[in-house]
């Protein structure tokens, strides 16, 4: 069956780094898009990165860009979140995201938990 299993997260200080793994199973990962989003307490999921399937393109939240570097590795089937410069407001859950478009499929990870405190 489809599986999105996310790890990496964890409690880190403000400055800090933290790298996000989604290991993908159950499906052809690599015509998906993959993308992460996060949900903090409170507020809504907000989209934060996406890759390609073929890796060739990247966007990113503004919240994000310049600090946190979405990446895939097809032949693993994984999707990596390499977060640098952390901040507070970084804290969330983080989720992984497969999709695709024709035809429409999504998946979802069960998410893992980001900590950004001194």
């Known amino acids: 069956q489809v599986q999105l299993v996310e790890s990496g997260g964890g409690l880190v200080q403000p400055g800090g780094s933290l790298r996000l793994s989604c290991a993908a199973s159950?499906?052809?990962?690599?015509?998906?898009?993959m993308s992460w989003y996060r949900q903090a307490p409170g507020k809504e999921r907000e989209l934060v990165a996406t890759i390609t399937p073929a890796g060739g393109t990247t966007t990113y939240a503004d919240s994000v860009k310049g600090r946190f570097t979405i990446s895939r590795d097809n032949a693993k089937n994984t999707v990596y979140l390499q977060m640098n410069s952390l901040k507070p407001e970084d804290t969330a859950v983080y989720y992984c995201?497969?999709?695709?478009?024709?035809?429409?499929?999504?998946?979802w990870g069960q998410g893992t938990q980001v900590t950004v405190s001194s």
């Open positions: 995201n497969a999709a695709r478009v024709r035809p429409y499929f999504v998946y």
């Open positions: 159950g499906f052809t990962f690599s015509v998906y898009a």
